[in-house]
């Protein structure tokens, strides 16, 4: 399949990017790894006269690890965030999830920006980075600003980003207790069925707090605080476990499509976050 005709930009500075933006309005779109994008094109369900592309930009790489803040930037790929030490060390929970994204072809070239920047509801990045609470830099023709994960998402594709403004970075703390990234997909290198990530702190044998976010199982990723109030105080036995998922279930709202009907989604959206919760605990 090969995409309509477009002019191909690759500036080196990101105020050259928002300027070209600026110009061309709908009609432009910046480019990362291309590995959401591409496929896109190829379709002829996105048609872009004019592709920008990211690769060459100052500024918009590295992981940073300091005072117990993380901050990686936009352009970091998915295979950076698997082999970087002290990422998997501070924050093993990315490690956990950019695994299970896709296959090694585009993990080399996929990026977090781009995976957090898209709003397709199947990416993995986005519900982790509610469940870890992260805020997203974003930079316009009016400057930088800083949004929560939480509250970037509007619908399916459709995000708080302004359409002349870049993502630059993501920035959290480092996530303390015990980790889960749990992912059913229908093979391998399959975007995911429904996916849970969790973030649970123990204390004195009972949860002191726990932080949970689901993935693909509605329009936009569901970051649920009354499944984690749900466990707080608990021993995370199967009575708190399973109105942990009755919360989220109250919070979902799936559609029936390719991957099975809303019945069999929702089944598994508890099956899910069963083992999600029990991993994070027992790591906890
Ligand atoms: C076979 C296959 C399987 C896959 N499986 C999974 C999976 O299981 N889980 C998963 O999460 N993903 C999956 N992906 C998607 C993959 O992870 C993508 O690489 C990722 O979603 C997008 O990152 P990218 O850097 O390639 O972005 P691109 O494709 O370049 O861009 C995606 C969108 O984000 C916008 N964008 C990109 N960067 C920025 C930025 N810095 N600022 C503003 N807007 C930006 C672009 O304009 C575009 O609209 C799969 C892809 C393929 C091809």
Redesign the pocket.
Known sequence: MIPAAFDYHRPTKVEDVIALLEEHGDDA???????????MMKLRMADIPHLID?QDVGG?GGISIESGRIKLG??VT?HEIINHDGLASAAPILREAAL????PQ??Y???I???V??G?P????PGLMQCIDAQIELIGPGGTRSVAARDYYEAAYMTD?EDD????SISFAAPSGGHAYEKQ?RKI????TAAAAVQLVKDDGKVASVSIAMTNLSDVPVWSEAAGAALVGTTCDSAAIKAAVSAMLADIDPSEDNRGPVAFKRHLAGIILSRAVTRAWDRA
Request: proline share 2%; net charge negative.
């Open positions: 779109r910046v480019m990362a790894g291309g590995h959401s994008l591409i496929p990211l918009l936009a352009m998915q299970q994204i896709a296959d585009v993990r070239m996929g990026t920006g781009g995976n920047a898209n397709d199947g990416n993995d990045m980003r403004e870049v993502l630059i997909k290198g399959d975007y995911a």
